[in-house]
């Protein structure tokens, strides 16, 4: 192998693709590709999981985040317990990962659904501990009262929006809209989402008055590329009230 | 157990890597960047960052079987 690599399949062949999928280095179309070959292909898939394990010894290497107990209490509040209760999971590893699709892998979003997306969301801010500086919290529920994402914003605008549970779009896409309070409540578009894995965004300086506790957020399915009227569809498929934690 | 024996032995054979290649690994998986996105932090051309660490890849992969 020379010292430069353009290549599309490596030397090594599929062992060393694998490995890249896991790493995650690969872009989307490679990474979407890869992903089908694992449900494909049980060669690849071993090669994989290969991988996924001897990686996993990464995950131990990020800093533990644990939760003050405030914090759980009230997330435990604003969430209906399921039947299967989540499990807590106080030493849950959070670094940078969030966008590491193996990483969700590892966490388990159908495991630990909401808990795991509340703890994430919040984690993310790093400061759950000071109560003055907590991010708003937005649980938005679906139709039927499933949970869909989790949310929360600090107080500069930065948002992140965890998927609680699996959602698949048909080819739409998601679009999320920060509903104000009061009479200056017409929907204003934060940008599109990811139905998979969490998103971050910065909610614009001119919208950041606007988030306040008893706004609302709502997730809409949108022709792809969003909302072309400035407005959300009729199909809002999420909707939940921000709430001081 | 045998989360620290893994995590052991992923240390042992990182150890044995080239420091960059063990470097942009490393990063690669703990801060979920794409090839293009390690290639434009470390500012080196794509293809160098694809050989550095599938190069790493092969050798970890070699050293992880053992």
Redesign the interface.
Known sequence: ??????SDT???GD??VA??YV?????ASERSVAAQRVEREPAFANEVA?WE??????A???KAVTPPEAAWSRIEAAITAPPHSPVRSPALAF??????L??WRIVGIGASGLATACLIALAYFGTVAAPDRAPLLATLGQQGGQPGFVAAIGSGGSLVIVPASLLTSNQKSMELWLIPTGTQARPRSLGLIAPSQPVRITVPPSLVPFVTPDASLAVSLEEPGGSRTGAPSTDIIAVGKLTNL | VV?AE??????TCLGELEERHSAV??S?????????Q?AQRMEV????M??W???G??K??TC?ER
């Open positions: 192998m020379s010292e430069t690599d353009h490596p030397e090594g062992p060393i490995g890249e790493l995650g280095v690969l872009d290969f394990e001897r990686l996993g010894g990464f131990d290497e990020v670094g940078t990962l969030w966008q590491n193996f990483f | 989360a893994q995590q052991e032995r992923l240390k690994i490393r690669a998986f703990l801060d979920g960047v794409t090839y293009e390690l051309p794509l293809g160098t694809k050989s660490i599938r190069r890849l092969m970890l992969r992880l």
